[in-house]
């Protein structure tokens, strides 16, 4: 047998093998060094002289000294305590009460929480078992349809290992070389529009048949408001936020209001204020970040980087021409920031005028609930996007912030802690084996002549750019049936990326449109990981044929999303373009 039929060979064989249910970093090694022996052997030599061993040292070390590596432990550690220490069950009340009027109100608010709670973990499992226990029961008492249910906590489960932070997104980037920064800012639109595109689904089937989302009851939509801040409402007239206005410009009346058998205190007053701002802050904040970074940020470095250059040669020059840093954003951005400004104003206004007493606990339980994850999780993703830390110091800070959290909510115990640890330290062993093993597999695989004879057979069919991408994302798609992400990612994405070059496909492009299609590998049978997550904490008369049923429109969905990605680049490329440059 030559040298490259080995190398298809060992290629068919480690699926055949990863399919009888071996460890797949074990594997891989096992067949490298198999097929690495033969390639080496020399019948001059002693066994042990074999040149594969020197090449499992040098490919362990490379692969042990790769610097994107030191991100994952602390991303990792960051969702295990999440997982372990924040309450899930009060952010999906939260948002249910939030969105109660929605069609498929609980379908709707299990999809948000299940698409937070996955950017702040980004664990699928831990995501739908969680989301299995505290949501599936509730949608099912309520008459939901069984696909409905199993489909909307599969599928938005799932959505945490694309969106960032995201440790497959840290695996790609280490095995194509690019930059984490640049996939993050990549895959952030993506991300957020699959799920878009989920919500409408969930939405639309409601609208069209009814039965399958049955509205629900008033009792299980009434907010509890404390009696005190409605008494405050009809002691200064008008509406909630009007009323704490008053009262805390003339709080005498406040202060007569009865409490729990206790006087409202100032303080009352004053922190309910605060809980009416969020909203307000929330979106002054985000325009005014935009703001600093497009005109303030942007013309500062411009201005810095010129002025720091000592100009050389003749003083007679004129001077080169503005570059587009320095003249600012275009016209078009002035006009575009004022209209929205504006809308939100006024979408603003409106809302505070319509504020109820109602209004202002949901606030509140919003506020208690999402608030300091979401903080946390936007310090994370802000400070990388925006060049401040790199992608293992941001994720430091989401490991710190994390345990902090949990301590403020006191939910983290030494047990918690521990367990937490332990799985930190137990899936990062096993991406870390995997990446020795994929390294080991790969060179031998390169070694034996298969690379080439793959590549070499891609050209020779003449394809154009638009084929191969056709044909690779194709690939990567059945592959997703029976592996997992992970075999996916080490063992046969790196064949592709050789041949990006030739075709003229931006890796980044290509690598946010893997991470799309791997949605489908946690969607798909036989090995649907989020069918059978899902089926181990659901009640006895659901079944995994029912669970399947419900996750496969949503593999359509992730097939639709794929295709608007390569007709419209800019949903991926737009962003990181913009804050990095082409």
């Known amino acids: 047998m ?268 004053l922190r309910a204020f605060a809980y009416a701002l969020v909203p307000l802050t929330i979106v002054a904040g985000t325009l005014a970040l935009v703001w600093w970074y497009v005109v303030i940020h942007q013309q500062a470095g411009a201005i810095e980087a010129v002025t720091a250059v000592e100009q050389l040669g003749s003083p007679d020059l004129p001077p080169d021409e503005p570059t587009d840093a320095q003249k600012g954003p275009a016209p078009a951005f002035y006009w575009w920031y004022g209209a929205i400004a504006l809308g939100f104003a006024a979408l603003m206004a409106r809302y505070y005028r319509r504020m109820s007493a109602e209004r202002l606990e949901i606030i509140r339980l919003l506020t208690d609930a999402v608030a300091p994850l979401g903080l946390l999780t936007v310090i994370v993703l802000a400070v990388i996007l925006f060049g401040i830390t790199t992608a293992t110091e941001s994720a430091a800070v989401g490991a710190a912030g994390a345990f902090l959290l949990a301590f403020h909510a006191r939910t983290l115990n030494w047990k918690r802690t521990k367990e937490a640890v332990f799985l930190t330290a137990k899936t990062t062993s096993m991406v870390c084996w995997l990446f020795v093993g994929s390294a080991i597999f790969s060179a031998v695989f390169a070694l034996l002549g298969g690379q080439a004879l793959l590549e070499s057979w891609v050209l020779s069919l003449n394809l154009s750019s638009l084929q191969f991408m056709i044909l690779s994302q194709l690939i990567i798609f059945i592959l997703g049936w029976p592996l997992e992400w992970t075999e996916i990612l080490v063992i046969f994405v790196p064949i592709f990326l050789p041949m990006l070059k030739h075709f003229g496909i931006d890796p980044i492009l290509w690598g946010v449109l893997v991470f799309v299609n791997l949605q489908a590998a946690f969607l798909s049978p036989p090995v649907a990981m989020s069918a059978f997550y899902l089926k181990g904490v659901a009640p006895a008369h659901v079944t995994i044929n029912q669970i399947f049923a419900g996750m496969m429109p949503y593999m359509l969905i992730v097939i639709l999303c794929m295709v608007l990605m390569y007709l419209w680049p800019g949903l991926t490329l737009w962003l990181p373009e913009y804050l990095y440059g082409n």
Not at 43 to 65: C, E, I, S
Not at 138 to 150: H, N, T
Not at 162 to 169: A, D, E
Request: one cysteine or more; charged letters at 10%.
């Open 2 to 269: 030559s040298d490259p039929a080995l190398g298809l060979s060992m290629l068919g064989l480690i699926v055949v093998v990863i399919l009888l249910g071996f460890p797949t970093a074990f594997t891989l090694m096992g067949l490298g060094m198999l097929f690495g022996y033969v390639a080496f052997y020399d019948p001059t030599q002693v066994w042990y002289a074999n040149r594969v061993f020197d090449l499992m040292v040098q490919r362990t070390y490379g692969a042990m000294t790769n610097d994107v590596l030191i991100s994952i432990p602390l991303f990792v550690l960051m969702g295990y305590v999440m997982e372990r220490g924040a309450l899930v069950d009060k952010m999906f009340h939260a948002v249910q009460l939030a969105f109660r009027n929605v069609p498929a109100a609980l379908a709707v608010a299990t999809l948000l929480v299940c698409t937070f709670w996955g950017i702040a973990s980004g664990l699928v499992g831990a995501v739908v078992v969680l989301m299995g226990v505290i949501a599936l029961n509730p949608m099912l008492k309520a008459g939901y349809d069984v696909r409905l249910a199993s489909g909307v906590i599969t599928a938005g489960g799932t959505l945490g290992i694309l969106i960032p932070p995201s440790v497959m997104i840290i695996v790609y980037a280490a095995v194509a070389g690019q930059s984490v920064v640049k996939l993050y800012a990549a895959a952030m639109f993506p991300g957020f529009f699959l799920a878009f595109l989920y919500l409408l689904y969930i939405i639309g089937w409601a609208l069209l048949n009814p039965r399958v989302a049955p509205k629900l009851p008033p009792e299980a939509t009434r907010v509890a408001v404390p009696p005190w801040t409605q008494a405050l409402c009809e002691a200064y007239g008008g509406r909630m936020f009007t009323a704490l206005g008053k009262a805390l410009i003339a709080p005498a009346k406040a202060l007569l209001i009865d409490r729990d058998g206790q006087r409202v205190g100032y303080g009352d007053v």
